[in-house]
Nanobody, 126 residues
C-alpha cells in the first residue's frame, strides 16, 4: 500500500513537501513516479526517480521548481514543490513499478506503474 501525505492549501509562491510511504513492502530497488490530476484533465506524470535514486525526470512545467528524492531507510519518496503556481493545483498521486527490479531509468508514462496511492490534494490559491 502506498500512502501520500503533505498536501494542503498554499499561496502562490509557497512550498509543500509531499511524502509517499509504502507499507507492506519495501520501495528499495523500484522506480517511483509522482502524477497529478486536475479537474477535467488527464492524469499527467510530474516526476519520477529510478531505483538507485541517481536518475530523475520532470515534466517541463515543474523543472527548476520541484525536486524528487528518496530515503530508502524510511521507505519514503518525497516531492519538494517550490514556487507553487495556481496551475499546480491537483490531486497528486505516487505510484510504484513493482514489476521490474532495480530499474534505474524512469518514465513519466503511467503504463509501467502498477501500484498507486489514493492521492493527496494540493491547492494553490490566494
Amino acid at each position: 500500500q502506498l500512502v501520500e501525505s503533505g498536501g494542503g492549501l498554499v499561496q502562490p509562491g509557497g512550498s509543500l513537501r509531499l511524502s509517499c510511504t509504502a507499507s507492506g513492502f519495501s520501495l528499495d530497488y523500484y522506480r517511483i513516479g509522482w502524477f497529478r490530476q486536475a479537474p477535467g484533465k488527464e492524469r499527467e506524470g510530474v516526476s519520477c526517480i529510478g531505483s538507485s535514486g541517481r536518475t530523475t525526470n520532470y515534466v517541463d512545467s515543474v523543472k527548476g521548481r520541484f525536486t524528487i528524492s528518496r530515503d530508502n531507510a524510511k521507505n519514503t519518496v518525497y516531492l519538494q514543490m517550490n514556487i507553487l503556481k495556481p496551475e499546480d493545483t491537483a490531486i497528486y498521486y505516487c505510484a510504484a513499478d513493482l514489476s521490474v527490479f532495480a530499474m534505474n531509468r524512469c518514465v513519466l508514462d503511467r503504463a509501467p506503474y502498477d501500484h498507486w496511492g489514493q492521492g493527496t490534494q494540493v491547492t494553490v490559491s490566494s
